[in-house]
Nanobody, 124 residues
Framework: QVQLVEYGGGSVQAGGSLRLSCTAS????????MGWFRQTPGKEREFAAA????????NYADSVKGRFTISRDNAKNTVYLQMNSLKPEDTAVYYC?????????????????WGQGTQVTVAS
């Protein structure tokens, strides 16, 4: 059983930056591809970014491409999401997720473990 804990959420002005971290325990981190999803009230959880299990491949939602960067440090069991040029529409709870699929997958059903989420609020 893999446990995931997110860090780094908070409030920022539009145009600012935040870096989210997610630390895993209870499993072999390098055996999982990792993803970040986000959710706002009343909406489905949506894909933001994903990275393959060794970090060689990434995928991004069109809405964050060019502004967000996902990376991982397998020695630290941690995945990161660097978020730049933040917009008010990026406001959401951000969730870290782990998948047994080696590739950087983009759909919720392909993920096996989820963190509790961290709030990101971008003020206009």
């Amino acid at each position: 059983q893999v446990q995931l804990v997110e860090y780094g959420g908070g409030s920022v002005q539009a145009g600012g930056s935040l870096r989210l971290s997610c630390t895993a325990s209870g499993g072999t981190f390098s055996r999982y591809s990792m993803g970040w999803f986000r959710q706002t009230p009343g909406k489905e959880r949506e894909f933001a970014a994903a990275i393959s299990l060794l970090g060689g491949s990434t995928n991004y939602a069109d809405s964050v491409k060019g502004r967000f960067t996902i990376s991982r440090d397998n020695a630290k069991n941690t995945v990161y999401l660097q978020m730049n040029s933040l917009k008010p529409e990026d406001t959401a709870v951000y969730y870290c997720a782990a998948s047994r699929t080696p590739a950087a997958v983009t759909t919720r059903l392909q993920y096996n473990y989820w963190g509790q989420g961290t709030q990101v609020t971008v003020a206009s």
